[in-house]
């Protein structure tokens, strides 16, 4: 089972716009994290977030973490047509060692 | 260039055929990971190693087989190919804690027919 789940599904905005996905998760975690793909590629590491942080910055992106409510927000602001790609959030809950489990993603479509 | 190399990229099996999937990385991690993507859903991890010398089951071994040959390499082998099994395959490897995230590799396409 998933232990992420990412809304919206999928979203569509123009280039400048601010795009915001959301992630929920069901157990205590250790960090979470936001990761891109471009289509048929892998999966690029984009900025982690530890359970006693609540917001993460990293150029344009910037990353909320609530923990009381089990959830996190990606914001990238200023969207280019180049962020067009899918975003997973993944958690690692695992007292030893690291081992992610990740949501379904959002497919984010930034038109010119 | 670093990172997690993936071989091959594209293979087509017949059901109840066996191949194995290479992996390797040189960033000295310490730990690695087989993931399976499926379309309209995220990755699910099939195996993993957090060391050399272990290897620990994730949410869908059956299956796979794993063999980590050393710190650099770890390999999947499906043993008798079914339909099921078509999927794209990550590999990533990380630090013992993934504090700095994972490091995927750009995937093998399997297709079972």
């Known amino acids: 089972s998933q232990q992420g789940e990412e809304d919206p599904q999928a979203l569509s905005i123009q280039e400048g716009e601010n795009a915001t996905m959301n992630c929920s998760y069901k157990t205590s975690i250790n960090n979470l994290q936001w990761y891109r793909q471009n289509s048929g590629r892998g999966l690029v590491h984009l900025i982690l977030i530890r359970s006693n942080e609540r917001e993460k910055h990293s150029g344009r992106l910037r990353v909320t973490l609530d923990t009381s409510k089990k959830s996190s927000s990606l914001l990238i602001t200023a969207s280019r047509a180049a962020d067009t790609a899918s975003y997973f959030c993944a958690t690692d809950a695992w007292t030893s060692g690291s081992r992610l489990t990740f949501g379904e993603g959002t497919q984010l479509t930034v038109n010119p | 260039n670093a990172g997690v190399t993936q071989t091959p990229k594209f293979q087509v099996l017949k059901t109840g055929q066996s191949m194995t999937l290479q992996c390797a990385q040189d960033m000295n991690h310490n730990s690695m990971y087989w993931y399976r993507q499926d379309p309209g859903m995220g990755l699910r991890l099939i195996y993993y190693?957090?060391?050399?010398?272990?290897?620990d089951k994730g949410e869908v071994p059956n299956g796979y087989n794993v063999s980590r040959l050393n710190k650099r390499e770890f390999s999947l082998r499906l043993e008798s190919a079914a339909p099921s099994q078509t999927s794209v395959y990550f590999c990533?490897?990380?630090?013992?804690?993934?504090?700095?995230?994972?490091?995927f590799g750009s995937g093998t396409r399997l297709t079972v027919v």
């Open positions: 190693s957090a060391s050399e010398g272990t290897t």
């Open positions: 990533a490897s990380s630090t013992s804690q993934g504090n700095y995230g994972y490091t």
